[in-house]
């Protein structure tokens, strides 16, 4: 049974910064690519950041380059994403997205498994 489990959201002050962990277990994941989706209320979920766990590829929304950077532990099976200068439009629920489909990384259908979400909070 796949298991992505999401932690370390929280609410933070406009500038600062914060870390998501995401846990994985269930299976051999070295094919996979692990994206991080938000969803605001009212809105879609949008896509925020992936990795590849076998190659050193990254890949970032617009909205977040240079502020966000996506890493990944695997000894630890565990993907983060760490996340500074936080801004109010940056406030969601979080969530991590496990996929095979490295042509569409961007789109949230291509993502197999998802973790549970969790919530950020960017005060101003």
């Known amino acids: 049974q796949v298991q992505l489990v999401e932690s370390g959201g929280g609410l933070v002050q406009a500038g600062g910064s914060l870390r998501l962990s995401c846990a994985a277990s269930?299976?051999?994941?070295?094919?996979?690519?692990m994206g991080w989706f938000r969803q605001a209320p009212g809105k879609e979920r949008e896509f925020v950041a992936a990795?590849?766990?076998?190659?050193?590829?990254?890949y970032y929304a617009d909205s977040v380059k240079g502020r966000f950077t996506i890493s990944r532990d695997n000894a630890k099976n565990t993907v983060y994403l760490q996340m500074n200068s936080l801004k109010p439009e940056d406030t969601a629920v979080y969530y991590c997205?496990?996929?095979?489909?490295?042509?569409?990384?961007?789109?949230?259908?291509?993502?197999?498994?998802w973790g549970q979400g969790t919530q950020v909070t960017v005060s101003s």
């Open positions: 990795i590849s766990w076998s190659v050193d590829r990254t």
């Open positions: 997205a496990a996929t095979v489909n490295a042509r569409f990384l961007e789109a949230a259908r291509y993502y197999g498994y």
């Open positions: 269930g299976r051999t994941f070295s094919s996979y690519f």
